[in-house]
């Protein structure tokens, strides 16, 4: 165990006679990817086979028999990186963000005449991050107002987060459903200067800070006449994700097919 997180799905199970599973990182050396090999690592049940930092190394996952790859590179590269798995019929665990609609449905294509192979994608592996999704995709239909904040570290690359960008859709979905405007009901047009008022995800505006000593931090705001509620999250460590990543990697071979978001293996 790398975490001292209390939720059994991050515990190591008993490993008896069970043979170990094979995990690729790529992205090894990044944020993500040094916490990952170490949780990996310290796994009684998994077994750390190849560590990739470079596209033109991507076979050694394979040379290496890895069953499960753990990808947090970037959003330009990581396409490549499970067609590759796919064709090697690896199984993927994808943190890395960037993945619209167009992108998902490309991967559910290539899983096609793969019907042993899982992909699981999530733009947040944090439980807390998890729940607030789902606690904002709750409550957007009771407030005719929702805005969306994300602060992260300032080596990240994207912007919006994958996080804040899935729950903008998340809210915007919950409120179609209810009948209501998926945006706000503030009017944007009298913005004196673009961007002031955030980018525009369906209709939600999301606004993105980034700011050294932060690391990964996410607030919905809700509003309606004479009260507003506030959902926060932090993760103030990368070890916040591990239980989520290993949950994901040993559980994606019984889950073959595109996965998108852990909320399924939480029992959400
Ligand atoms: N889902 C989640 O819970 C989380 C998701 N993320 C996401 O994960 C991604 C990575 O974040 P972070 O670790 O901070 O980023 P880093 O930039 O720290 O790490 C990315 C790593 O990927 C390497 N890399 C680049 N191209 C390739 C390639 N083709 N094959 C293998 N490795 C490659 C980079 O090497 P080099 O530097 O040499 O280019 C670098 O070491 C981002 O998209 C981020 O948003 C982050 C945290 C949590
Ligand atoms: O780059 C990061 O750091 C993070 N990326 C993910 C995102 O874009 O949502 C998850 C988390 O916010 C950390």
Redesign the pocket.
């Known amino acids: 165990m790398t975490t001292d997180s209390s939720l059994a799905p991050t515990e190591t199970p008993a490993t008896g006679e069970q043979p170990l599973t094979s995990v690729g990182v ?2 090894a ?5 040094v916490e990952v090999c170490t949780a990996v690592n310290a796994a009684e049940d998994l077994e750390l086979v190849a560590m ?4 033109d190394w ?1 076979f050694n996952v394979a040379d290496a028999g890895a069953q499960v790859v753990v990808d ?4 330009d ?1 990581v396409m ?2 499970i067609r590759f798995c796919i064709d090697q019929n690896i199984h993927c665990v994808v ?4 993945f619209d609609d167009q992108k998902l449905a490309t991967i559910a294509g290539w899983l096609e005449p793969k019907p042993d192979v899982g992909v699981l994608i ?5 439980i807390g991050a998890v729940l607030l999704m789902r606690f904002a995709q709750e409550a957007a239909r009771f407030f005719p107002s929702v805005e969306i904040v994300e602060l992260h570290h300032p ?4 912007a919006p ?2 996080t804040a960008a899935r729950t903008a859709r998340l809210v915007a979905s919950a409120r179609r459903a209810a009948g209501l405007p998926p945006g706000p009901d503030a009017t944007r047009e009298a913005d004196s200067l673009p961007g002031a008022r955030g980018a525009d995800v369906e209709g939600v505006p999301v606004h993105s800070i980034r700011l050294t000593g932060l690391v ?1 931090h996410e607030e919905v705001l809700l509003g309606a006449a004479g009260e507003t509620l506030t959902l926060r999250h932090d993760s103030f460590d ?1 070890a916040s ?1 591990m239980p ?1 990543v290993l949950l994901a990697v040993r559980q994606i071979s019984g889950r073959p097919g595109l996965t998108v978001g852990i909320e399924s293996l939480l029992g959400l």
């Not at 947090?72 to 959003?75: A, I, Q, V």
């Not at 943190?95 to 960037?98: A, D, V």
């Open positions: 790529l992205g050396r990044g944020r993500m990817g990739v930092d470079d596209g991507l947090f590179t970037r959003p590269v490549d990186n943190g890395t963000t960037g999530a733009p947040n592996f944090g080596g990240k690359v994207d987060s994958g990964a990368r994700f989520g």
